[in-house]
T-cell receptor
Framework: TQLLEQSPQFLSIQEGENLTVYCNSS?????LQWYRQEPGEGPVLLVT?????EVKKLKRLTFQFGDARKDSSLHITAAQPGDTGLYLC????????????FGQGTTLQVKP | DAGVTQSPTHLIKTRGQQVTLRCSPI?????VSWYQQVLGQGPQFIFQYYEKEERGRGNFPDRFSARQFPNYSSELNVNALLLGDSALYLC??????????????FGSGTQLSVL
């Protein structure tokens, strides 16, 4: 059974601070996606990483896929209150079912 | 263009009842997936349909069933509701069957409460 462990589960920081969210597994994934979800809404895709060691940047967000394609991290620089939300990592297996395995999520609160 | 639309947005049922949730994918998308998200957890995969055929099924009991119609919309049915079925049910669509780099679009979900 493929599992994704996210840490930390909760994070409350002040505006301007940096943070990193981790997503770890013992399984290899063909790709890994990061989503952000706001209350009452569905998850919205932020990025997909496919190649081991890949780094992608989205403004103040930096995403990295581990060399072995088993783990990933999301780093936010100078967090802002608008970054508040639930961050989810999701791994895709090698089969073509379209199934995503989600981590349990990291709830981020950025205080002004 | 409209995104993924789900109905109803909220639903209250009692134990033992049956429920049908509906989803309309983005125009042109042929694949629909269903996920269950319990409060405080990440979404759990229930089903994926592509071109009206079931392509994947998660670890859910037979009380859960789904289908996809010729217009690519989909319904999720849950029979004999249990308290533990209370969750946000998310529908997601994509253009193809699920290639690695293919973007998945989620609806806002149906919040089901079972009393």
């Amino acid at each position: 059974t493929q599992l994704l462990e996210q840490s930390p589960q909760f994070l409350s920081i002040q505006e301007g601070e940096n943070l990193t969210v981790y997503c770890n597994s013992s399984s290899v994934f063909s790709s890994l996606q990061w989503y952000r979800q706001e209350p009452g809404e569905g998850p919205v895709l932020l990025v997909t990483v496919v190649t081991g060691g890949e780094v992608k940047k989205l403004k103040r967000l930096t995403f990295q896929f581990g060399d072995a394609r088993k783990d990933s991290s999301l780093h936010i620089t100078a967090a802002q209150p608008g970054d508040t939300g639930l961050y989810l990592c999701a791994g895709a297996g090698s089969s073509n079912t379209g199934k995503l395995i989600f981590g349990q999520g990291t709830t981020l609160q950025v205080k002004p | 263009d409209a995104g993924v639309t789900q109905s109803p947005t909220h639903l209250i049922k009692t134990r033992g009842q049956q429920v049908t949730l509906r989803c309309s994918p983005i125009s042109g998308h042929k694949s629909v997936s269903w996920y269950q998200q319990v409060l405080g957890q990440g979404p759990q995969f229930i089903f994926q349909y592509y071109e009206k055929e079931e392509r994947g099924r998660g670890n859910f009991p037979d009380r859960f069933s789904a289908r996809q119609f010729p217009n690519y919309s989909s319904e999720l049915n849950v029979n004999a509701l249990l308290l533990g079925d209370s969750a946000l049910y998310l529908c997601a669509s994509r253009h193809g069957p699920g290639a690695t780099n293919e973007k998945l679009f989620f609806g806002s979900g149906t919040q089901l409460s079972v009393l």
